[in-house]
C-alpha cells in the first residue's frame, strides 16, 4: 500500500526553468491537494482537485499550475522558477475532504531554486 | 492574517509527563480541527481530529480539547515517549456551504516538541 508517492525528493532549479512536481495516490482518493512549506512556517495550500477534471486555487497559486487528468495523480507545474518558490511541497489526498480522517501526505519535494 | 496560530515555537517535556500543545483560532467558521506530527524528512502524519460540535475526542494517548468560545484548542499527549519528539501542527477546516466541502485545511506554524528521557 503506497498511499500517496511523490517523486523527485530533491531537486536543484535555476532561475526561469520549469519542472513538474509529480504526485500519485492509490487509495482511491478523489480530494487532492498541494501544500508548500517555507522554514519556520506552517504549510500553504496552493492548488487543490475535489475529483478528476476539477481543479482550484488556494492561498498561494502564482507561480504555478495543475491538473488532475485521473483520479490517481495530480502532478504540479513550475514555470519560470524563482528563489521565491524555494521550498518544500508536499502533496496529500483526502477521503473525507479533511475531516474526520484528515489527509495522508506524501514524503514531500525539497526544491531550490539558484 | 494569521487564521490559525500555535505561538510557542518549541516545548521541552520530561518521558512520562504529560505535553500540552495549543493553539488558537480567529475564525468561528471552522468546523473541523486536527493535528498532525511532523519527523524531518517526512510529510506531516495525521494524529486526531475534533468537530467543532464536540469539546473532546481521545484516541489512545492522544485527546485534543476544544474551547469554542476561547476560540482554543490544545493537544494532550499522555504519557509522553521519546519518539514523541517531533514537530505538531495544528489545522482548521472552513465551513462550506452549497456544493459539498473543499477539505482545504488552514495550518499553524508548528511547535517542536522535544521529550527527553
Known amino acids: 500500500n503506497a498511499g500517496v508517492t511523490q517523486t523527485p525528493k530533491f531537486r536543484i532549479l535555476k532561475i526561469g526553468q520549469s519542472m513538474t512536481l509529480q504526485c500519485a495516490q492509490d487509495?482511491?482518493?478523489?480530494?487532492m491537494y498541494w501544500y508548500r512549506q517555507d522554514p519556520g512556517m506552517g504549510l500553504k495550500l496552493i492548488y487543490y482537485s475535489v475529483g478528476a477534471g476539477i481543479t482550484d486555487k488556494g492561498e498561494v497559486p502564482n507561480g504555478y499550475n495543475v491538473s488532475r487528468s485521473t483520479t490517481e495523480d495530480f502532478p504540479l507545474r513550475l514555470e519560470l522558477a524563482a528563489p521565491s518558490q524555494t521550498s518544500v511541497y508536499f502533496c496529500?489526498?483526502?477521503?473525507?475532504?479533511?475531516?474526520?480522517?484528515?489527509?495522508?501526505f506524501g514524503s514531500g519535494t525539497r526544491l531550490t531554486v539558484v | 492574517d494569521q487564521q490559525v496560530k500555535q505561538n510557542s515555537p518549541s516545548l521541552s517535556v520530561q518521558e512520562g509527563r504529560i505535553s500540552i500543545l495549543n493553539c488558537d483560532y480567529t475564525n468561528s467558521m471552522f468546523d473541523y480541527f486536527l493535528w498532525y506530527k511532523k519527523y524531518p524528512a517526512e510529510g506531516p502524519t495525521f494524529l486526531i481530529s475534533?468537530?467543532?460540535?464536540?469539546d473532546k475526542n481521545e484516541d489512545g494517548r492522544f485527546t485534543v480539547f476544544l474551547n469554542k468560545s476561547a476560540k482554543h484548542l490544545s493537544l494532550h499527549i499522555v504519557p509522553s515517549q521519546p519518539g514523541d519528539s517531533a514537530v505538531y501542527f495544528c489545522a482548521a477546516r472552513a465551513k462550506s456551504y452549497g456544493s459539498g466541502n473543499t477539505g482545504k485545511l488552514i495550518f499553524g506554524q508548528g511547535t517542536t516538541l522535544q521529550v527527553k528521557p
Open positions: 496529500a489526498s483526502s477521503y473525507s475532504a479533511g475531516g474526520t480522517y484528515g489527509y495522508t
Open positions: 475534533i468537530s467543532s460540535i464536540k
Open positions: 487509495m482511491n482518493h478523489n480530494y
